[in-house]
């Protein structure tokens, strides 16, 4: 399985080193970083770089496709190589997925009209420009595509599109291998959950 993740300028490098790393790992499955030409591009914090090794016109046809999110995204969708690499990569994809604001990318490729998705809390009801049915889920499945709600969920859709994809004995094996056994300190990881005076501050941070 050969799964394609596109890096735009200012991306959030959880949405692609969670996913990245929990399929990297599980055998069988090849991931590339992809870009308009392949090369280091610079994260939404400006601090950390990620190479692409390969353009979009390397990778027509991958089985998977995962689309960050991160500040960036609202200049992304002005980027018609992106878009159409992804409108016209998921004529051929098993799954077409994203990570946080990366739903709003599929939208704008036409992905999204008539269909369930998430996206992070901050604007998940923006969706609706796209013809999307906003759901407030962790991972939201429609179809081919699937939709993982902010950042840290990237890792979460990764396990379960990778249970699908083999089966859950891998997956699990992989959660495993990985550590992935969260613990947060404080119950404050969802809008419903955290105090409403974080709310801004939150924003503040990834805007």
Same mark, same amino acid.
């Given at each position: 399985?050969?799964?394609?993740?596109?890096?735009?300028?200012?991306?959030?490098?959880?949405?692609?080193?969670?996913?990245?790393?929990?399929?990297?790992?599980?055998?069988?499955?090849?991931?590339?970083?992809?870009?308009?030409?392949?090369?280091?591009?610079?994260?939404?914090?400006?601090?950390?770089?990620?190479?692409?090794?390969?353009?979009?016109?390397?990778?027509?046809?991958?089985?998977?496709?995962? %689309?960050?999110? $991160?500040?960036?995204?609202?200049? +992304? @969708?002005?980027?018609? /190589?992106?878009?159409?690499?992804? *409108? &016209? !990569?998921?004529?051929?994809?098993?799954?077409?997925?994203?990570?946080?604001?990366?739903?709003?990318?599929?939208?704008?490729?036409?992905?999204?009209?008539?269909?369930?998705?998430?996206?992070?809390?901050?604007?998940?009801?923006?969706?609706?420009?796209?013809?999307?049915?906003?759901?407030?889920?962790?991972?939201?499945?429609?179809?081919?595509?699937?939709?993982?709600?902010? %950042?840290?969920? $990237?890792?979460?859709?990764?396990? +379960? @599109?990778?249970?699908? /994809?083999?089966?859950?004995?891998? *997956? &699990? !094996?992989?959660?495993?291998?990985?550590?992935?056994?969260?613990?947060?300190?404080?119950?404050?990881?969802?809008?419903?959950?955290?105090?409403?005076?974080?709310?801004?501050?939150?924003?503040?941070?990834?805007?």
């Amino acid at each position: 399985m050969h799964v394609a993740i596109p890096l735009y300028p200012r991306f959030t490098a959880l949405d692609v080193v969670g996913p990245y790393t929990v399929l990297a790992f599980a055998p069988g499955v090849t991931v590339t970083l992809a870009a308009a030409e392949p090369g280091p591009v610079l994260d939404d914090r400006g601090t950390m770089a990620i190479s692409a090794t390969a353009g979009y016109a390397e990778l027509p046809r991958p089985d998977v496709v995962v %689309v960050p999110g $991160g500040a960036g995204t609202r200049a +992304a @969708l002005a980027d018609t /190589a992106l878009v159409n690499w992804i *409108a &016209q !990569a998921h004529r051929h994809t098993r799954w077409t997925t994203s990570v946080c604001a990366g739903s709003f990318l599929l939208g704008a490729a036409g992905l999204l009209a008539g269909r369930r998705a998430t996206s992070h809390w901050g604007w998940l009801d923006q969706l609706r420009a796209f013809g999307a049915d906003p759901v407030r889920e962790r991972v939201v499945r429609d179809d081919r595509i699937i939709t993982a709600a902010g %950042v840290s969920a $990237g890792i979460d859709m990764a396990l +379960a @599109l990778l249970a699908e /994809a083999t089966d859950v004995p891998t *997956a &699990q !094996a992989v959660q495993l291998a990985i550590e992935y056994d969260p613990e947060p300190p404080f119950d404050a990881g969802s809008p419903v959950e955290a105090p409403p005076t974080r709310r801004e501050a939150a924003l503040a941070m990834i805007d």
